[in-house]
T-cell receptor, first 107, second 115 residues
Framework: RKEVEQDPGPFNVPEGATVAFNCTYSNSASQSFFWYRQDCRKEPKLLMS???SGNEDGRFTAQLNRASQYISLLIRDSKLSDSATYLC????????FGKGTMLLVSP | DADVTQTPRNRITKTGKRIMLECSQT?????MYWYRQDPGLGLRLIYY???????NKGEISDGYSVSRQAQAKFSLSLESAIPNQTALYFC??????????????FGPGTRLTVL
């Protein structure tokens, strides 16, 4: 089992749609969890940290289930500018990045 | 001005050549990292450094070496470049406590092609 697994996509959705990304991780001792966003040919940037209690930032909601070793990201009311690759990131001794899920939002 | 800079931004070289990629940061962070990104493989850690006197191998360190010349500078060297080292290379920095990893800030990347 790979350390951090994500559905590669792409997810093609219309503007205004709600889209959910899932991520699983293999190391039960992992300590911190993040979602990063990467635009094409650009550097990754932190979107949000993920906490056990769940956290929300505007249209974005992240959830963590430690028992199932599962992380999710929900994007509501998708915008064209949300088109990017979303990276699930897990830390133990260092950060481990998933391969990313590509999102394409169309008019 | 960018907080994390990388030079060069693009480089084309030939097999067997020695290449150095440089990273500088003005964020005052102690921790610095080098990653490579390949299509379909995601970001993979090459080397990391928690302070000037600390160097650690990452997942894929073979064929690479690093030097932490100062808190603000971390360079990556390919002693004898080979075609499968063609990739997009990112430098990153972060703060961090003993076990908790905080946000990493990435440089703009260096696109390296080895012919």
């Amino acid at each position: 089992r790979k350390e951090v697994e994500q559905d590669p996509g792409p997810f093609n959705v219309p503007e205004g749609a709600t889209v959910a990304f899932n991520c699983t991780y293999s190391n039960s001792a992992s300590q911190s969890f993040f979602w990063y966003r990467q635009d094409c040919r650009k550097e990754p940037k932190l979107l949000m940290s993920v906490y056990s209690s769940g956290n929300e930032d505007g249209r974005f909601t992240a959830q963590l289930n430690r028992a199932s070793q599962y992380i999710s990201l929900l994007i509501r009311d998708s915008k064209l500018s949300d088109s990017a690759t979303y990276l699930c990131v897990v830390s133990h001794s260092t950060l481990t990045f998933g391969k990313g899920t590509m999102l394409l939002v169309s008019p | 001005d960018a907080d994390v800079t990388q030079t060069p931004r693009n480089r084309i070289t030939k097999t067997g050549k020695r290449i150095m990629l440089e990273c500088s940061q003005t964020k005052g962070h102690d921790r610095m990292y080098w990653y490579r990104q390949d299509p379909g493989l995601g970001l993979r850690l090459i080397y990391y450094s928690f302070d000037v006197k600390d160097i650690n191998k990452g997942e894929i360190s073979d064929g690479y070496s690093v030097s932490r010349q100062a808190q603000a500078k971390f360079s990556l060297s390919l002693e004898s470049a080979i075609p499968n080292q063609t990739a997009l290379y990112f430098c990153a920095t972060s703060t961090g406590g003993a076990t908790i990893y905080n946000e990493q800030f990435f440089g703009p990347g260096t696109r390296l092609t080895v012919l």
